[in-house]
């Protein structure tokens, strides 16, 4: 199958990468025909350089000195960084690969890897996007806040702590670097998103006062945005035959298929205070907090076409009707967990869909958090030979994510009039949801679906009386560029009557009624950070043993925990409702049953706690239990506010409008569902709950040497770490929802000790060239949900043959306190050329062999059904320990400022060029169908950026695009063993950015983000070639006018 997005992505890229080569190839010829020490530094302290050519000079500069391998992005004048989000501006550095969310920078990888360190001036950075999470999650972080950001690629021996594939340096501005005096500067800038239209802003201020003495600086920014993504795809994926289906064909059969009209609006927060002061004989005292919120709204109506959870629906719900054969079977039949079912694989392009369930969904996950790091740093340089620092570090955070959701229901759950599909008694159809006398009396008579009466006064009521009754039949097709639907005009039954269409119901808002309200998958970390050290240096005014000038030292002490409690809402349902009792003819509890479900089709009947009464058997007329439906029957507006949703963006054709409840409404879901249900109580989730507290000690010592044109460093670090993971017990699943009960506690202790040495070497081939050599041993703790993650068990009805069951599906055990670390040998090699203040040509080759990981996999559990029996074996995703994996690769980069080479051409002159581009295949342990190795999890191949920027006297601008090919985003159980890797197809986004100066000190400025609208594609792929879509996220572009002071 094709994937056509693709190839447009890389048309796009290859046509710039086209231009970029031949200005390189113009530029490095002009270059080289200089002589060499032409372009070195000329009076440097007396030029100054601003703007992007002097951001750019800034990053050369950087890169030219440090003695380890080091790639640097640069804010010369104040608040120049046009980008959002920090992680923004980092992935135009070689190397560098970022996930976009929302159409934001959030994550970030280093050469392929997401093991990466973060570093805030320095030290430890406690970030509330990754807490417990190892790769740099900077969507937090407001990229005017930042003076400078450093990537370390190979290991300096001075860092407080380096990456398995680097680290990065976030490095805020501080008093000492402003002029004298006061300095006040700002910026404001009106937003907005092509498809959302929404009026957004973004507002930064700096103001610093020092003298010679003592310095203050205090900068904040805040903004707030709203930005498209819509989706579009499969959900919940899983093969026909995982259910132990005997079809010929593997093919992919998901529980179901979505579109989402999807805005997330963000509130962004940050604020950097600095304090400096010289308290005279050497000494320098540093006070300073960083502070980051992130208030996020990520909502979304959209439509649902599933198999409603439904055991028996997994396997024949979906019928492809075209496809291909893939050439690759699942393993053959053997012991678990390595034998699958041996059947051929089809890549589908179009399926019939028999639609057990369309419904309406809305979603809205609002998450806050916010973090504080605080620096108290005491340095001493009197212009001598000896030098310390000694620092002392307190951060914590905290986030809170909660998720409210609700279902328009469209089915009138009958295949007759009063007859039902669902919750039937087998003996007499008409008997469907059941409800207390007090529900009852709400309704007309004429939504009885019968003369039934409970002992109580209960009866029988029909949810939704004009829902359709019969199963629309779907078509799904997805060998163009998005999936297309159509099936929606054919007559069906239901309360419309005769001749009314799919379409006709989904327009009509009194057909739909609520299928289910919950809040789940909710999530509430806490973090801290402490950390003390102290370093000395001492540099020798003659070469100890001929050959070092500098030796360091130093120890260190942090402790982090984090402690994580994943949880559902749960209430309480027909507590002290007249006349209700249990199956046993007892009272129900006075706080009633606890339900996670408040839904249609969950009754109270479980083997834990039931609510409802007793009506006379349909056959013998002796009184039995029924229990009381958990949900009412109610309207989409009983509750909420309805909105009409008809755009789906560019990712869903040919779906008709609907009606859905508008997320704003579970913008504060804890209150709406207290204020519908009564009350809403946390219930922990033990398998995804964890207490982890990781303390190191650490001690180093390094030396800078110089032998003739070559120097470099040289060092040892010493890391002991100590571990304590709290995990909790599963226990049975709770009645009415999918969450384990919580059966105790279990403590892991561990220690271990790694030795990390370190060598930079750089050897000056001529005064403009330069050869570069590093190695390194690197250890970095895994997230900490691999330790401290439990078992978490799946579930879902198990069809008509047992209702009011809930069937094991499915298991996962996410953590693993006796897991290894990451460990890493790297070796870097590198030669740079630089012809200019702003102007350089590099390449770089890298391996890191990688001694230990962890990797996805999964095993074979057998766990008891609802009612206590053990029917079959499920598959079980966890954490295992991955050994021999490699990642290697090389850089090739390009900084050219044109006025380096042709400073006599006007106009070109001012012209300038940054580009990259990066190669870096991986593999690590897991095996796909063809029994090729994967890939490192989010590593792209292929990374190229080009930036052309321009500048005179007042205007600059600047054009920015950055490509990388497809990445491994998840992976779909292929059988035994094997898997089926899900890819991110390749993107490319193109970022422009243009500013005037209207006076000295007055800047406007544009900027477009995204402005080709690039969307993500995935897609599984069984074979080489042979691939199927899975789904699509669309992101808008966005612009911005603004205007920037300084005075």
């Known amino acids: 199958m094709t994937t056509p997005r693709k190839k447009s992505a890389w048309t796009r890229g290859l046509t710039l990468a086209l231009l970029a080569g031949a200005s390189q190839a113009v530029i490095t010829t002009s270059a080289l025909a200089q002589t060499a020490g032409q ?12 703007g992007v050519r002097g951001s750019q000079l800034k990053s050369v500069d950087v890169k030219r000195r440090e003695a380890s391998i080091v790639d640097a992005i640069s804010a010369e004048d104040i608040g120049k960084l046009p980008d959002v989000t920090i992680a923004d501006s980092l992935q135009r550095i070689p190397g560098i690969q970022i996930q976009r969310n929302a159409g934001e920078g959030a994550t970030v990888n280093i050469r392929g890897l997401a093991q990466v360190i973060t570093l805030l001036n320095g030290e430890q950075y406690l970030s509330a996007g990754n807490m417990g999470s190892a790769q740099p999650n900077l ?65 930064n201020i700096l103001a610093s006062w020092r003298n010679d003495r003592v310095g203050l600086l205090v900068s904040a920014a805040q903004s707030k945005s709203n930005l498209g993504n819509n989706f579009s795809g499969a959900v919940s994926l899983s093969g026909n035959n995982d259910w132990g289906g005997s079809n010929p064909n593997n093919f992919l059969s998901p529980h179901g298929f979505e579109s989402f009209n999807r805005v997330v609006e963000r509130k962004r927060t940050g604020v950097n205070v600095s304090f400096e002061a010289k308290l005279g004989e050497g000494f320098t005292l540093i006070a300073e907090g960083f502070y980051a919120k992130l208030d996020e709204y990520n909502r979304a109506a959209g439509i649902n076409i599933s198999n409603r959870w439904d055991g028996g629906a997994f396997g024949n719900w979906t019928r492809p009707t075209d496809f291909e054969q893939t050439g690759v079977n699942a393993p053959p039949p053997g012991p678990a967990p390595i034998g699958g079912n041996g059947r051929p694989w089809l890549a589908v392009s179009e399926y019939d869909i028999d639609a057990w369930w369309v419904n309406s969904f809305t979603v809205n996950r609002v998450t806050k958090s916010e973090s504080k790091n605080y620096n108290l740093e005491l340095k001493y340089d009197n212009g001598g030979p000896f030098a310390f620092e000694a620092r002392a570090i307190r951060a914590d955070g905290e986030r809170l994510s ?7 229901d469209l089915s009138n759950w009958q295949y007759a009039p009063d007859r039902f599909t669902l919750f039937r008694n087998a003996q007499d159809r008409t008997r469907g949801t059941f409800y207390p006398k007090a529900i009852c009396d709400q309704y007309p008579a004429s939504q ?22 019969q199963n629309p039949q779907l078509h ?37 009624a609520i299928g289910a309200f919950s809040s789940e998958g909710n999530n509430e970390v806490e973090s801290d950070m402490n950390v003390f050290r102290a370093d000395g240096h001492y540099k020798f005014d003659d070469k100890f043993l001929g050959f070092i000038t500098k030796v360091d030292a130093g120890v260190r002490q942090s402790d982090r925990s984090v402690s994580v409690e994943q949880f559902h809402l749960f209430s309480g349902f027909y507590g002290g409702v007249p006349g209700a009792v249990q199956a046993n003819g007892t009272p129900v509890p006075a706080g009633g049953c606890m339900a996670q479900w408040k839904a249609i089709d969950v009754v109270m009947n479980q083997n834990q706690c039931q609510a409802g009464e007793f009506v006379p058997n349909p056959i013998t007329g002796v009184p039995e239990f029924q229990g009381y439906t958990v949900n009412r029957p109610t309207k989409l507006t009983t509750y909420n506010n309805a909105i009409w949703v008809n755009n789906l963006g560019g990712v869903t054709k040919g779906m008709p409008g609907f009606w859905a409840i508008d997320p704003r409404d579970f913008d504060d879901v804890l209150s709406f569902q207290k204020k519908v249900f009564g009350d809403a109580v946390r219930v922990q989730v033990p398998g995804q709950t964890y207490d982890v507290d990781l303390k190191e000690q650490s001690a180093y010592g390094a030396g800078s040497f110089e032998i003739g044109q070559l120097s470099g460093d040289f060092g040892l670090r010493v890391i ?59 250890m970095q703790p895994l997230d900490l949900g691999s330790y401290g993650g439990g078992l978490s068990i799946f579930t879902a009805d198990c069809g008509a043959t047992m209702p009011n069951v809930r069937c094991v599906t499915g298991a996962s055990a996410s953590g693993n306190p006796n897991l290894d670390p990451w460990r890493s040998q790297n070796y870097d090699g590198a030669i740079e050329y630089y012809f200019g203040r702003a102007s350089m040509i590099n390449l770089s080759a890298f391996l890191l062999k990688i001694d230990s990981f962890v990797t996805g996999g999964t095993i074979k559990g057998s766990f008891p059904d609802q009612d206590g029996v053990i029917r079959r074996e499920v598959d079980v995703s966890l954490p295992l320990q991955g050994k021999g994996g490699e990642v290697k690769g090389l850089e090739v980069g390009a900084k050219i400022a044109f006025t380096d080479i042709i400073p006599d051409v006007p106009v070109l002159k001012n012209f300038g060029v940054d580009t990259n581009y990066t190669y870096s295949p991986s593999k690590e342990d897991r095996l796909d169908l063809s029994g090729n190795r994967l890939p490192f999890f989010d590593n792209s191949k292929h990374q190229f950026n080009l930036v052309g920027w321009y500048q005179d006297d007042k205007l600059q601008a600047r054009v920015a695009y ?76 966005r612009y911005t006018i603004g205007l920037r002071a300084k005075w």
Do not use: H
């Not at 700002?186 to 907005?192: D, I, K």
């Not at 909660?402 to 328009?408: L, Y």
């Not at 297309?484 to 069906?492: E, K």
């Not at 005064?767 to 390194?776: E, I, P």
């Open 39 to 50: 372009t070195e530094e000329t009076a440097v302290d007396e030029i100054v350089v601003t």
């Open 139 to 203: 969507l937090d972080v407001p990229s005017q806040l930042m003076n400078q950001v450093l990537v370390y690629k190979s290991t300096d021996p001075n860092n407080a702590l380096s990456g398995i594939s680097g680290t990065i340096d976030l490095r805020t501005r501080r008093p000492f670097q402003m002029q004298d005096g006061f300095t006040f500067a700002g910026a404001a800038e009106a937003q907005r998103g092509e498809r959302t239209k929404e009026d957004d802003y973004l507002a």
């Open 402 to 408: 909660m998720n409210g959701q609700a279902q328009g």
């Open 448 to 469: 009885r679906s019968n003369a039934v009466t409970g002992s109580a006064g209960g009866c029988y009521l029909n949810p939704n009386p004009l829902g359709y009754g």
């Open 476 to 512: 799904y097709d997805v060998s163009g560029k998005s999936p297309v639907w159509s099936g929606f005009d054919t007559p069906i039954s239901g309360g419309l009557g005769a001749g009314k269409t799919l379409r006709d119901y989904m327009a009509n808002k009194d057909s739909y």
């Open 720 to 778: 002991q770490t100590e571990l304590l993971v709290k995990q909790n017990l599963t226990g049975d699943v709770m009645n009415y929802g999918d969450t384990n009960a919580d059966a105790g506690d279990t403590v892991t202790r561990r220690k271990y000790t790694d030795w990390l040495p370190s060598f930079n070497a750089t050897y000056d081939l001529t005064d403009n060239v330069k050869l570069r050599f590093a190695y390194s041993k690197t």
């Open 962 to 1037: 950055n490509y990388r090919t497809d990445r491994l985003s998840g992976t779909m159980g292929g059988g035994g063993q094997r898997v089926i890797p899900i890819y991110q197809g390749s993107t490319g986004y193109v970022d422009v950015n243009v500013s005037y100066d209207v006076r000295e000190n007055v800047t406007v400025y544009f900027n477009g983000s995204n402005v080709t609208g690039e969307i993500e594609d995935y897609y599984l792929r069984f074979a080489k070639g042979k691939e199927q879509y899975s789904s699509q996220n669309e992101f808008e572009p």
